[in-house]
């Protein structure tokens, strides 16, 4: 390994290299984007409690879409192209600025959205503008240095410089927020076509299989901080009051510690990069899926954060929307995680259907207990045995039937 920082060449690495991993850069990287998901959570956190749902969740789409899909692209890119040089380095860093500048954008667009007269999306726009112009700095430096890949890399180049442009325009443009948002999908999904076109048009960049899964699952990682986050929001709520610590306080202390991790286990359980390494075609659902299920699990953590409000008497929504917050993001991350096992593998297994069942009811007994009278923290419990129900079974039953899934999904 060399220890020199000097500009290289960036002609693309072997997408087979052995162990290769995340590097202290790509860690360091990630860090920025705990403080713009805590943003996004807590932002929708706010609005669900103040009962303006529509607000809450338009907001949400918005900054899970700009901070996750600047991830995406800028991981890919590195999977690809990480020369660990000084350019890279300092491309880096202006990425990183501008995530920053996303999140002290992201109170502006839920107020703006709150009060519904024009969308404020000026320095969110402008810390994602940031974002993606170093990341076309980079692409220009790939074609630049890599001649089979060239078209490639100005496809991507070109691609994400235009959608620049109308995001720039919208910061310009005082538009009624209902026009705000059809033009900001049109923009949304021009991003998404970018990578499709560029790869499917001119050939594919050498990422790293079994890098880009562990890229994904570190991700996964930061974004249950949320959930923790959340739990410990609703736990000091309950010991904050005049009881202190309760029964309660442990089975909100002890069902959002467990359901933050039963949901890792139930993500890490699935080897994704032996599966990529062997069907390269399928990244692209693969990794356009999990923008949603980023999302899925900043909402868990907004969900806790409600279920705090309430708790403490500060919410304008009572116990059965608070754990609705819960139980519904919960059901789309485990939603979300089976399709992307299914797709990966192509293959429907009845026993996962049995478990997505018990993970429907076990949601739905945790909605309809609250409803019924029962405490948060017992609703919480529920809604924890969710991913536990999924994590037992595959572990008592469903482990030897994956095993022989995954050995024909790999040869």
């Not at 290289?8 to 990630?30: I, K, N, Q, S």
């Not at 103040?50 to 969740?57: E, G």
């Amino acid at each position: 390994m060399s220890l020199s920082h000097h500009v290289r060449r960036m002609t693309g690495r072997d997408p087979h290299e052995a162990h290769r991993a995340a590097t202290p850069l790509e860690l360091l990287f990630d860090l920025t984007f705990v403080v713009a998901f805590s943003q996004i959570s807590s932002q929708m956190a706010h609005y669900l409690e103040l009962d303006q749902v529509s607000t809450a969740l338009v907001g949400f789409a918005f900054g899970t879409f700009a901070v996750t899909w600047a991830w995406i692209n800028y991981s890919w890119l590195a999977s690809a192209y990480d020369t660990d040089d000084v350019f890279f380095r300092v491309a880096t860093l202006v990425v990183m600025v501008g995530v920053l500048v996303v999140a002290l954008g992201v109170p502006d667009v839920f107020h703006s959205l709150a009060e519904g007269a024009h969308l404020d999306n000026t320095v969110m726009v402008a810390g994602y503008v940031i974002m993606r112009l170093a990341t076309v700095a980079l692409w220009l430096r790939a074609a630049r240095h890599d001649e089979r890949r060239r078209r490639t890399c100005l496809a991507y180049a070109i691609g994400i410089s235009i959608a620049q442009v109308g995001w720039i325009a919208l910061i310009f443009l005082t538009l009624p927020v209902g026009i705000t948002l059809v033009f900001t999908t049109l923009l949304m999904l021009l991003e998404l076509a970018c990578p499709l076109f560029a790869e499917l048009r001119f050939g594919r960049t050498p990422w790293h299989a079994h890098h880009i899964a562990e890229r994904y699952g570190l991700l996964v990682i930061i974004t249950l901080g949320e959930v923790i986050l959340g739990t410990i929001l609703a736990i000091s709520a309950v010991v904050s009051g005049d009881a202190g610590w309760t029964v309660e306080a442990a089975l909100v202390a002890f069902g959002g510690t467990a359901l933050a991790f039963g949901m890792w286990w139930m993500y890490f359980a699935i080897p994704f990069g032996a599966v990529l390494e062997r069907h390269r075609g399928r990244a692209f659902v693969w990794g356009y899926l999990q923008i949603a299920l980023f999302g899925s699990l900043i909402a868990v953590g907004a969900g806790l954060h409600v279920a705090a409000n309430v708790i403490s008497h500060e919410a304008h929504v009572d116990a059965t929307f608070a754990i609705l917050a819960i139980a519904i993001p919960v059901l789309a991350f485990e939603t979300l995680l089976f399709a992307l096992y299914g797709f990966l593998v192509m293959q429907i297994d009845w026993f996962h259907l049995v478990l997505y069942i018990g993970v429907i009811l076990f949601l739905a007994a945790g909605v309809i207990a609250v409803s019924s009278g029962a405490t948060l923290g017992a609703g919480i419990i529920l809604v924890a045995v969710s991913p536990a129900f999924v994590v037992v079974g595959y572990e008592t039953f469903g482990r030897r039937r994956a095993a022989g899934t995954l050995e024909r999904a790999t040869r």
